[in-house]
């Protein structure tokens, strides 16, 4: 699938398709979205970048195995849950609040880094998956 | 951090999966972190255990959501006990994976998924919610998909098809059994569904969702008309994984179905009929299947079936005594079961071979390693004083009370059957001269292995004949704790008092 408009459109792809997969990630705290949607988002633009650059390409991008980003995801949510057992003794997956907001970003809470983690998790599966099934093809 | 005691031993295993992941191609590695990370599981579930013991049921809310719109997370001494046995069980198969299960298979994850059953295992026993106990069950069955296809065998692959259909089929009817439930009380949460559903107009619609939770839980803890997956797919994986399927993934079925109709169905004369029955034709049919079998993995697979029925017959009972029966039974078999299942990869690593007929003199080869092997025999059959000779006592007598002289009888002819078995089992396997075998290129026999890698096969085989001998001699700890277990199950009151405070 080596045509020159999808080449040249998923290198402008990649970046958006990232970032709106962050957009969708935070904004899941309240409304729709999440870090599991998120998480199929930013693998979808990977696996279009392999789609038209080929897999070697992609994978020359990411740098590492996408099945590294599994136990990193793993950890994030695993940190996150288990913060409020370590610093306050409260129950584990209780959700925290930093007491002033940040700039810009506003308020963080635990609940966000364990998004974040499932963000993580579910692109490291997936690529995982597509990249072993499209190697073996 | 003492308040969340009960959540060490579940987090912990989930650190480890984690961690082991890091670790994906360093074999060495993960054989390390997992024995280690077993002794240290071990010390954790004998922190909760004590802390239960001497100050009662132990509850943590997740998140801070109060019962009961949060999970609760509930730690009585069932579930406690249960997750102590987990972790030893756990301990020895991870010690013995290290030695017995292949370096092909390894490679591909063995490890962090075997810590992500144990996980679920600790999950399930610990949950105070029954969506969540679903959640759990899923955990448990997708990591249990991966360990039996692990290695990709022919005989491996069938076994696994049999078993995926059937436990999808149940965590279905498990599934709709929860919706059916839900739609009727409105909750979720085990303590609550306790006192709402004897309040419930329609007993029809009750009795057709604690049919659906015994359908359900009868496949995966392998009753009488729901078992034909166990005995096709247990012998077709390595031996390590058998052993923690056989000691646990039925055993969790048996739990469920004791939380299941000692709290939220309770009183149900119709459901105690129905257990009744199951249990009696389980005791026959495990029993009689064994009797056949030429693979000794499978006879075990079989003796496990016909074991749970001695279970599912003190829960039919449910009185005081048959429950102390049932929980004696369970803490008993759990060991048991691990432990006859490492047997078995231990005599197939011996002469290369698990059929009955083929084997032979064992007992002249290694006489120290078979009497080794002749304890758990003995536990199994119920020789007293060994440990599967306590809990009948409680069961016999609570048929003598109740006048089920049915399971009675059929609890007798099940031991007698289970002596044949075993005995048929000693004096072909172990005294008879066995048939000259060619030796197979490509496998390790036991006698060639380096003296490191024997300890590591004989040591666990060792150490659970050990509790089984604790169990067995020091039966009246044993039964201390099942009493104290059974009289738990028979007040639900303390266990919605432990959840819910404020329903006072």
């Known amino acids: 699938m080596k045509t020159l408009i999808l080449r040249t459109a998923s290198n402008y792809l990649l970046p958006i398709l990232l970032l709106f997969s962050i957009f969708i990630l935070l904004r899941g705290h309240y409304l729709p979205g999440g870090g599991f949607v998120g998480g199929l988002i930013a693998s979808i633009a990977f696996v279009l970048h392999a789609f038209a650059n080929g897999l070697k390409n992609t994978k020359r991008l990411l740098k590492f195995h996408p099945g590294f980003l599994m136990p990193v995801g793993l950890s994030v949510a695993f940190l996150s849950g288990i913060l409020p057992v370590l610093a306050l003794d409260e129950p584990f997956m209780t959700s925290l609040w930093m007491h002033h907001a940040i700039p810009v970003i506003g308020k963080l809470n635990t609940a966000l880094f364990f998004d974040i983690g499932v963000y993580i998790v579910v692109q490291g599966v997936t690529l995982t998956i597509i990249f072993t099934i499209s190697e073996s093809a | ?504």
């Open chain 2, 1 to 504: 951090m003492t308040e969340q005691l009960l959540l060490y031993p579940l987090l912990f295993q989930l650190l480890l999966a984690i961690l082991l992941m890091f670790f994906w191609t360093k074999i060495n590695v993960q054989k390390v972190i997992s024995i280690v990370g077993g002794f240290v599981a071990v010390f954790l579930s004998g922190l909760l255990f004590y802390e239960v013991w001497t100050s009662g049921t132990q509850t943590v809310q997740a998140a801070s959501w109060k019962a009961p719109f949060g999970i609760t997370f509930v730690a009585d001494t069932l579930a406690a006990t249960l997750v102590l046995l987990t972790a030893i069980s756990g301990l020895a198969v991870s010690f013995f994976s290290s030695a017995s299960v292949i370096p092909a298979r390894l490679r591909f994850g063995y490890f962090p998924i075997y810590h992500f059953l144990l996980l679920g295992l600790t999950g399930a026993f610990l949950t105070g919610d029954i969506f969540n106990l679903y959640v759990w069950f899923e955990i448990i069955i997708i990591s249990s998909f991966v360990l039996i296809t692990l290695g990709g065998e022919k005989a491996q692959i069938e076994g696994a098809v049999k078993y995926f259909t059937l436990n999808i089929l149940a965590s279905i009817i498990f599934l709709t059994a929860i919706a059916v439930l839900y739609g009727l009380a409105g909750s979720l949460n085990m303590a609550d569904l306790s006192v709402l559903v004897p309040k419930l107009e329609n007993r029809g619609l009750v009795e057709v969702a604690a049919i659906l939770f015994l359908v359900g839980f009868g496949i995966k803890s392998a009753v009488f008309p729901l078992y034909f997956w166990l005995p096709a797919s247990y012998h077709t994986p390595p031996s390590a994984v058998s052993a923690i399927f056989g000691g646990l993934l039925t055993k969790v079925g048996v739990y469920a179905l004791i939380r299941i109709f000692s709290l939220i169905f309770t009183n149900d004369v119709f459901l105690g009929q129905i257990l009744l029955v199951i249990a009696i034709l389980t005791l026959f049919s495990g029993g009689v299947g064994a009797l056949v079998q030429k693979n000794i993995k499978k006879i075990f697979s079989y003796l496990i079936i016909c074991h749970i029925g001695f279970m599912i017959g003190g829960l039919a009972m449910f009185t005081k005594v048959a429950l102390v029966g049932t929980i004696f039974y369970l803490i008993h078999d759990i060991v048991l079961k691990t432990n006859l299942f490492m047997i078995s990869g231990l005599i197939y690593r011996i002469k290369g071979t698990s059929n009955v007929k083929l084997l032979g003199d064992l007992y002249d080869q290694y006489p120290k390693l078979s009497l080794l092997m002749f304890i758990p025999f003995l536990s199994l059959i119920g020789i007293p004083p060994f440990s599967g000779f306590w809990p009948k006592i409680s069961l016999l007598t609570a048929a003598l009370n109740t006048d089920n002289y049915v399971l009675l009888a059929l609890i007798i002819v099940a031991s007698l059957l289970t002596l044949i078995v075993i005995a048929k089992l000693w004096s072909e396997v172990f005294w008879k001269k066995g048939a000259v075998l060619e030796p197979r290129p490509h496998f390790l026999y036991f006698e060639k292995m380096t003296k490191a890698k024997k300890v590591q096969f004989i040591l666990p085989i060792v150490m659970l004949a050990g509790v089984t001998l604790y169990i067995g001699f020091g039966a009246e700890h044993i039964q201390q704790v099942s009493e104290r277990i059974a009289s738990e199950l028979m007040n639900k009151q303390q266990y919605i008092d432990a959840v819910m405070p404020q329903t006072e």
